[in-house]
């Protein structure tokens, strides 16, 4: 599907019907990945629309020479959000630098949004970022992205990565993602989103870490935080199962606050 936002033009995929939810992926990636890991826990769920576009300068989505920063591509999807939802009340989540993105959204536009989930969160003041260690596997498998990515780096792992992670690098606007992440913080806005919400972090994430995960308890009132073991950036492929549950206990209190 293809939906004009601003001066882009945003591709996306879809599945099932009902109350929006938008999920958006990190950087060098685009739609395969959140769609290969957030769909087995939410395509469970009746009554649930789900959303996964490319972000601008990645997948099918091109990144118009006049986006220079992290705002403007929170506009673009601001508008693309408004385009999809027609109206409705719709849920965010988001992996990485799409989880960044999707809490700039809710704090814009609390009011549209009925839930945020933040797995792997990038936050700017990242600090105590772990050493990368493989806790399973034989190791040797891959190529050095895989290998610094996932800490679970059995053949499992890596044909996850083959099929959903390394397609996405022949798509990715290398110039427009060097323009737009020379600024990339965004800046600063309204308080954070007071709504339901769920941080997820990897206990050894090398690329962001999870202490400034924990930070956002301070800042997010009605969030749950779960710091999961053996798990790192690649958490949503290495622990499903838990990614699985949290989603559902988060999608229990949005559907609890009405």
Do not use: K, N
Request: glycine letters at 10%; a negative charge; proline letters at 8%.
């Amino acid at each position: 599907m293809e939906t004009r936002a601003r001066e882009a033009v945003v591709h996306s995929v879809e599945h099932g019907a009902g109350r929006p939810v938008l999920v958006l992926h990190g950087g060098d990636v685009d739609h395969r990945e959140t769609e290969a890991c957030f769909e087995p826990a939410l395509g469970g769920v009746a009554g649930l629309r789900r959303i996964y576009p490319d972000l601008p300068g990645t997948g099918r989505t091109p990144a118009p020479a006049s986006m220079h920063s992290a705002d403007d591509v929170l506009e673009t999807l601001l508008a693309f959000a408004d385009e999809v939802s027609g109206g409705i009340p719709y849920l965010l989540a988001g992996h990485s630098a799409g989880a960044y993105l999707a809490q700039g959204m809710a704090a814009r536009r609390p009011a549209q949004v009925a839930g945020l989930a933040l797995v792997c969160p990038l936050v700017p003041g990242v600090r105590d970022v772990p050493e990368h260690r493989v806790v399973a596997g034989p190791g040797g498998l891959g190529d050095d992205v895989f290998r610094s990515y996932f800490v679970v780096q059995t053949a499992e792992m890596l044909d996850r990565y083959e099929r959903f992670v390394a397609p996405a690098a022949a798509r990715v606007d290398e110039a427009a993602m060097e323009r737009i992440g020379e600024r990339w913080e965004l800046s600063a806005g309204p308080p954070p989103y007071a709504g339901p919400t769920l941080v997820v972090a990897g206990r050894l994430d090398s690329t962001v870490g999870y202490a400034a995960a924990v930070d956002l308890l301070d800042t997010h009132p009605r969030a749950s935080l779960a710091v999961v073991d053996d798990a790192g950036h690649a958490l949503p492929h290495e622990r499903p199962e838990v990614l699985r549950a949290l989603l559902a206990e988060w999608l229990t209190r949005v559907e609890r606050s009405g």
